[in-house]
């Protein structure tokens, strides 16, 4: 089977020069890469060019209109039997072409979605994030982990998908947050096959500061609101479970000035999250960004959700999203 790797790109030519080195580590080469400038004034193409003799790219400049649209463009211009998208700011374990192969060899499905991971190399920020969108005790596991609350839903830093599938759908949405749920809800409501292929990892740098982070998350609990508009049935009880621990924690700190011995919750909430970061990650410093990285995810995430519920529910405004300019961040 031969694949079809699109990576949208915007101002992100280091991690680029990262993606495409571990591309070409992969052992089994029966791929194309496709690069999708999407309006960058930082442009990639002299990182295209230093890997053309190792690799097949094609690489191409259009207006920024955001990651969905940018993947669709890409697909159009691909020739594998199955597209692969990939975030630019992800890095490919050498293994991952060849178990993807193996798993499809074995098993018809029309799309799958891998987890992802955190190198030692990462700084500790970025593994401190890594915990905190990974572990159950934050997400539920929703993103491909071993425990999980809800049906693992492929999601585009790391997604395959047959191009019949991909072209009956009509690609990506218009959706700039959200998209690729979006993207995942559309395939199953159409009856295709989707598996999680935990083999298929890949290491996932995710963003570079806590400020960063806030923002993704707080876009992902609005877009949260709009996927439920859009797909009634979607909204499960693990997605309301971030703004209902901003709401808890805010009743907890406001009566806490009365009755002190409630912090302790918060207190033993973070306890947690330290003991399990630490046993995963082996190190106290990474645990201790870790507490940092869970309250900024479910807090960033809890407000944008309610935020979402008291426009779009509420109010019944129109679809609406924060730091628009961001959705690469």
């Known amino acids: 089977m031969y694949f079809s790797i699109v990576i949208p790109l915007y101002n992100r030519p280091d991690e680029l020069d990262e993606l495409l080195a571990s591309l070409c580590e992969q052992t089994d ?9 999407d309006g960058s004034t930082q442009k990639s193409d002299h990182v295209a060019e230093r890997y053309r003799d190792r690799l097949s790219i094609t690489y191409f400049e259009k207006p ?10 890409g697909a159009a211009r691909a020739s594998g039997d199955y597209l692969i998208f990939f975030d630019s700011d992800c890095i490919i374990p050498a293994h991952y072409m060849e178990q993807v192969s193996k798993y499809l060899a074995r098993n018809d499905v029309d799309a799958y979605g891998g987890p992802d991971a ?4 990462f700084t500790t920020i970025q593994k401190a994030i890594n915990y905190a969108m990974t572990s159950f005790f934050t997400t539920g596991g929703i993103r491909g982990g071993k425990r999980s ?3 693992f839903h492929p999601r585009s830093f790391n997604l395959g998908v047959s191009q019949k599938a991909f072209e009956a759908l009509g690609g990506y949405g218009t959706m700039r947050f959200g998209e690729d749920i979006d993207f995942s809800l ?3 409501k159409q009856g295709f096959r989707t598996a999680l292929i935990p083999e298929a990892y890949v290491y996932h740098k995710r963003r570079t500061s806590f ?13 949260r609101i709009n996927l439920h508009l859009a797909h009634p049935g979607s909204l499960r009880a693990v997605h309301t479970l971030p703004a209902l621990f901003v709401i808890t924690m805010t009743l907890i700190l406001l009566t806490s000035l009365l009755q002190p011995f409630l912090l302790l919750c918060p207190l033993l909430y973070s306890l947690v ?6 046993g995963r990650n082996r190190s106290a410093k990474v645990a201790l960004y870790s507490i940092a990285a869970a ?12 935020a979402a519920v008291w426009k779009r529910l509420i109010l019944k405004k129109g679809e609406f999203s924060a730091f628009e300019k961001k959705f690469y961040d």
């Open 118 to 121: 955190a190198l030692p190399t």
């Open 186 to 188: 559309r395939l199953m």
């Open 64 to 73: 920024n209109t955001g990651p969905g649209l940018t993947r669709n463009e």
């Open 211 to 223: 400020r960063q982070f806030f923002r993704q998350v707080y876009n992902s609990g609005i877009a």
């Open 29 to 37: 080469k029966q791929f194309e890469v496709i690069l999708a400038e």
């Open 295 to 306: 309250w900024i995810q479910l807090t960033g995430y809890g407000s944008g959700f309610i």
């Open 149 to 151: 609350m809800e049906k």
């Open 273 to 278: 999250i330290f003991l399990d970061s630490l």
